[in-house]
C-alpha cells in the first residue's frame, strides 16, 4: 500500500498529537488498519471540518461504508476528539476546541518567547538535521543586462535558502556569476576605446554594461573586433595575468555592488562563485571522460556531446579553439562543487527556458557514473512579461529596486495626513515597495508565467504585497494601543474561554496551527505560493475578527487580554511567514 510514514514531531506541530488521536480511534475501530497507516491518512477538512479521513485510500476488503460505520459506532469523544461524522466514506472529525486553541497558543508562545536559541521557531522542523544543501541563484552575468529571470531566480531562490535553513538543513546560498566567456574579451577591447576609471569605480555594473552595448555595435560595423576579442578571451583562458588584470577588478566591483542591491532585497550570498572559478583541469578531465563513454563525435575540431539516445540532442562542449562553454562549466563546477562541500543535495533556480541545459547537464553527469547526480534539482519558473518603468525598460537591478520605492512612494503621497504621520517614509515606501514585487512573484505557482504590473502589486486592496505588511503592522499595533493590557500574563493565567466561544477566534488559531504543515508542504514542492496563501488567509481571517472579537474597548480585561494573546500570536506567526518570504514586516507604516 502506497502509504507514507509522515514524520511526526508534536514538540514542533501539535496538531501532530490531534492527528495521531484520530488514527488511534479509527485503528482500534479496524484494527487491520495500524495507527501509522491511518495517521498518515489525516488530511485537513474543507470548509467547516478540521480533519477527513477518506477510507477508500486503505483499500480494505468489505464496504468502506460498513467500515466507516463502524469507526462511527465506537467512537467516544475525549478531550482531543469532539466528534465524527460520515459522508459515504469520508469520515469528518471536529477537535477539542478548547484543549485545541490552549495547545496551540501555547505551542506558538513557547516556540517563539522560549526557544534554547533565542531565536523565534515556530514552523521550523528538524527534517534536515545534519544535512547540507547548495541553493544556486541569482547568478547574473557581469557587463549584461539584470533581466526579470534574473530577478525572479533571485526571489524564489531566497525563499528557498530560508525554507530549507528552517528546516534544519545546513544552507550555502551561492550566486554563480555569468563573469566568464566571450563577452569579456569583447568588453576587454571596448575597454581600451571607452573605459573610464572613475565610472567604474562609480557603478561598474553600469559602466560595463555600456561599453558592452558600445563594442557590440561596433563588431556590427567591423568584423575584426570580434577576432580581437575571441584573442583576448583565448589569453584570459590560457591565463595569461595581463589579460586577466582588468577582468579581476571588474569582477570585485561588480559583485560589490550586487551586494549592496541584494541587501536592499534581504538577500544574502554565503558563496560568490562564477563561470571563471572552474578549472579547466576538471573540465579537461570531464570531456576525455565523455570521450571513452562514446559520447562525444568532433566536428570540425568541435567537440559535440551526443545526447540523442535520451531525447535531449546534443550540444557542443568545447570550440574549435579549445575554449570552454557554458555548458562545460556547469558539469566542471558542478564536479567541484562536490569535491568541495559533499552536499546532500544541489538546488539549481534557474529559468525553465533552461529546461534543456539543465537536463543535458544532469544527464552528463549521470552518465559519468557520479553517485550524487541524483541529488541534483532544477527549480525553474516562468516568464514575466511587461517588466518596464516609467522611463523605459529595465536593464538594471537597482532600478527595479528604485521604481518600486518611488511608485510606492507617489502612492503613499496620496494620502496626505498618513503620510505626514510616517516616521520615514522613503525607507518605508521602499520596504512596501519591495514586498509588493516579491508577493507578486511568490503568489502563483512557479511555472505560471505573468505580467510585470506595477499598479496591481503596489496597491493596498486585494492580495497585495502592501495588504500584507498593513495586516502586520496592524496587529503589532494592538500592544501600542493597549498599553493597559500589558504586559500579558503567563499563558497559564491566561483565561481562553471567550476565544473558545468565538468562531472566528478558533477559525484563527486553527490556521496558526496549520503553519508547520505549510512550511513541511512548501519543503515538498519547493513552492512559494502556499506560504503566500496561508498569510493571505490568516491575514483575512484576522480581519474578519476585529469587529467582533475587539480587544480595545473590552471591559472584562481577562477578556481582552485572552484576546491579545490570540492577536499577539498571530502576529509572530504572521512575522515567521514574512521572513520565511524574504520580506522585512514593518512595525509601522
Ligand atoms: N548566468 C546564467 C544566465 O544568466 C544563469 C546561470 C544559471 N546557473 C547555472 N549553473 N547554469 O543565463
Not at 508542504?521 to 506560504?531: Q, R
Request: proline fraction near 3%.
Amino acid at each position: 500500500m502506497a502509504t507514507e510514514i509522515r514524520d511526526m514531531d508534536p514538540s514542533r506541530c501539535v496538531l501532530d498529537t490531534f492527528r495521531s488521536a484520530i488514527a488511534q480511534k479509527i485503528s482500534t475501530a479496524l484494527p487491520e488498519l495500524s495507527v501509522d497507516q491511518v495517521y498518515s491518512g489525516v488530511d485537513y477538512g474543507k470548509k467547516g471540518v478540521d480533519f477527513t479521513v477518506a477510507l477508500p485510500r486503505f483499500r480494505l476488503p468489505g464496504k468502506v461504508d460498513d467500515h466507516a460505520k463502524k469507526v462511527i459506532s465506537q467512537f467516544t469523544a475525549d478531550d482531543h476528539v469532539a466528534a465524527v461524522t460520515h459522508d459515504k466514506a469520508f469520515l469528518h472529525f471536529q477537535l477539542n476546541t478548547s484543549t485545541l486553541i490552549r495547545a496551540i497558543l501555547d505551542q506558538i508562545h513557547d516556540l517563539t518567547h522560549n526557544t534554547a536559541s533565542g531565536n523565534p521557531e515556530y514552523g521550523t522542523n528538524t527534517t534536515g538535521q545534519g544535512k547540507t544543501v547548495i541553493i544556486e541563484y541569482s547568478s547574473p552575468n557581469i557587463a549584461k543586462n539584470f533581466h526579470v529571470g534574473h530577478l525572479r531566480s533571485t526571489i524564489i531562490g531566497g525563499f528557498l535558502s530560508n525554507l530549507y535553513k528552517i528546516c534544519g538543513w545546513k544552507v550555502l546560498s551561492m550566486n554563480y556569476l555569468g563573469d566568464w566567456g566571450t563577452q569579456f574579451g569583447l568588453i576587454a577591447t571596448g575597454f581600451e576605446k571607452y573605459g573610464n576609471e572613475e565610472e567604474l569605480q562609480r557603478d561598474a555594473i553600469k559602466h560595463l554594461f555600456d561599453i558592452y552595448v558600445k563594442v557590440n555595435k561596433d563588431a556590427e560595423e567591423n568584423p575584426e573586433v570580434r577576432v580581437d576579442a575571441a584573442k583576448w578571451f583565448k589569453r584570459m583562458e590560457d591565463g595569461d595575468e595581463e589579460a586577466l588584470k582588468n577582468w579581476r577588478q571588474w569582477r570585485a566591483l561588480s559583485i560589490k555592488k550586487y551586494a549592496e542591491e541584494y541587501d536592499r532585497l534581504n538577500i544574502k550570498f554565503d558563496i560568490y562563485t562564477g563561470e571563471s572559478e572552474v578549472s579547466k583541469a576538471v573540465m579537461d578531465k570531464a570531456v576525455d571522460r565523455l570521450n571513452d563513454l562514446g559520447l562525444i563525435t568532433d566536428s570540425d575540431g568541435a567537440k559535440i556531446v551526443q545526447l540523442e539516445k535520451y531525447k535531449l540532442g546534443s550540444g557542443v562542449i568545447k570550440k574549435k579553439d579549445g575554449t570552454s562553454i557554458y555548458l562545460t562549466r556547469d558539469i566542471g563546477a558542478a564536479i567541484e562543487r562536490y569535491e568541495k562541500y559533499k552536499f546532500d543535495k544541489m538546488i539549481y533556480v534557474v529559468s525553465s527556458q533552461q529546461d534543456l541545459h539543465l537536463r543535458q547537464f544532469f544527464k552528463i553527469l549521470e552518465l559519468m557514473d557520479y553517485p550524487w547526480a541524483k541529488d541534483m534539482l532544477h527549480i525553474n519558473y516562468g516568464l514575466v512579461q511587461g517588466m518596464s518603468t516609467r522611463k523605459g525598460t529595465v536593464v538594471f537591478l537597482n532600478q527595479i529596486i528604485g521604481e518600486a520605492a518611488s511608485v510606492m512612494h507617489d502612492q503613499m503621497r496620496k494620502n496626505e495626513e498618513k503620510y505626514n504621520a510616517v516616521e520615514d517614509p522613503e525607507s518605508t515606501s521602499s520596504e512596501i515597495g519591495i514586498t509588493g514585487v516579491k508577493i507578486q512573484d511568490m503568489a502563483a505557482k512557479r511555472i505560471n508565467n505573468y505580467t510585470f504590473n506595477w499598479d496591481r502589486m503596489l496597491s493596498f486592496e486585494g492580495d497585495t504585497g502592501p495588504y500584507l505588511q498593513y495586516a502586520y503592522v496592524r496587529l503589532v499595533s494592538i500592544g501600542r494601543k493597549n498599553p493597559h493590557l500589558l504586559p500579558l500574563p503567563k499563558p497559564a493565567d491566561i483565561d481562553i474561554e471567550t476565544l473558545v466561544q468565538s468562531q472566528h477566534a478558533r477559525d484563527i488559531v486553527f490556521l496558526l496551527g496549520s503553519y508547520p504543515d505549510v512550511v513541511k508542504t512548501a519543503l515538498k514542492t519547493h513552492e512559494p505560493s502556499g506560504v503566500v496563501t496561508f498569510a493571505f488567509r490568516l491575514a483575512h481571517a484576522i480581519s474578519s475578527a476585529w469587529e467582533t472579537v475587539v480587544v480595545k474597548g473590552e471591559e472584562d480585561i481577562e477578556k481582552a487580554r485572552a484576546r491579545m494573546w490570540m492577536y499577539e500570536s498571530a502576529r509572530d506567526v504572521l512575522g515567521q511567514a514574512m521572513r520565511l518570504l524574504s520580506l522585512r514586516p514593518l512595525e509601522r507604516m
